[in-house]
């Protein structure tokens, strides 16, 4: 039987470094829009939702025909926020995936990758996509640490492992799709907060304090998350050569 996969977009309207972000235009298409319709030609995903906590996301999803459920304010994360829209959908799904909403220039073909690649990995709770980058310094970007099974031992917003004999170095960078199964989705959603994940400030650190079994699959790809305004300019200058974006442009 074919297993049936729900993605799920969180968004909320605050953001510290950015004001109001999933509302800014790209080439007058809000961030927010750029991810549901780039997730959308994904050929894999059943069912597509955006989760997010203000009425200015709900009414700019309704405007443009996307999904969208209303999601607590309270909600620490997108994690905890993609389980409560989960909950609130009623119906059973093998795998949920989080497309996070701040990355206007996501692949289709990424997020099939990942969903592939879980369902031949079905013993895992959460697969986690990365990307291998030269010279990461930057905190806004969530790196990955593996052991030779890729499953992953540790995530930082420090440059790690780090560079102690001064050769070529390299970083894996965490790919903002993640994969869950239900169950481990629901699990996380019940747990408190843990130290760690408090420590760095990345919300799938308390998956590992847990136990869930996480996976890492290795893509290739310049897609990247809108965190500071840098960010956004360089997603308007991409966005303009983007093939990608052709393809829903004349639908919006």
Do not use: W
Request: charged letters at 30%.
């Amino acid at each position: 039987m074919k297993k049936k996969i729900l993605g799920l977009i969180p968004s909320r309207l605050s953001s510290t470094r950015l004001h109001q972000k999933p509302l800014l235009k790209i080439d007058n298409v809000p961030i927010i829009i750029h991810t549901y319709m780039r997730a959308k030609l994904s050929k894999k995903l059943d069912d597509l939702y955006i989760c997010c906590d203000h009425k200015l996301i709900y009414d700019l999803a309704k405007k443009y025909g996307a999904k969208a459920i209303y999601t607590s304010k309270t909600n620490k994360n997108g994690t905890e926020r993609i389980a409560e829209g989960y909950s609130k959908i009623k119906k059973k799904y093998d795998l949920i995936i989080d497309i996070q909403g701040d990355e206007p220039l996501i692949s289709p073909a990424h997020i099939d990758n990942v969903i592939g690649e879980h369902l031949k990995n079905f013993n895992y709770d959460i697969i986690l996509p990365s990307v291998k980058c030269n010279n990461i310094d930057t905190p806004n970007i969530v790196k990955v640490v593996a052991n030779n099974k890729d499953e992953i031992m540790y995530l930082s917003r420090l440059p790690i492992p780090y560079n102690f004999k001064r050769k070529k170095n390299f970083s894996l960078k965490h790919l903002s799709i993640i994969s869950f199964k239900p169950k481990a989705l629901l699990k996380f959603k019940k747990e408190k907060q843990s130290f760690i994940e408090k420590m760095e400030g990345i919300e799938l650190m308390r998956a590992l304090e847990m136990g869930l079994k996480m996976k890492t699959i290795y893509l290739k790809g310049k897609s990247f998350s809108v965190d500071v305004k840098k960010d956004f300019i360089k997603a308007k200058k991409f966005m303009k050569k983007d093939s990608i974006f052709k393809l829903y442009k004349k639908f919006i």
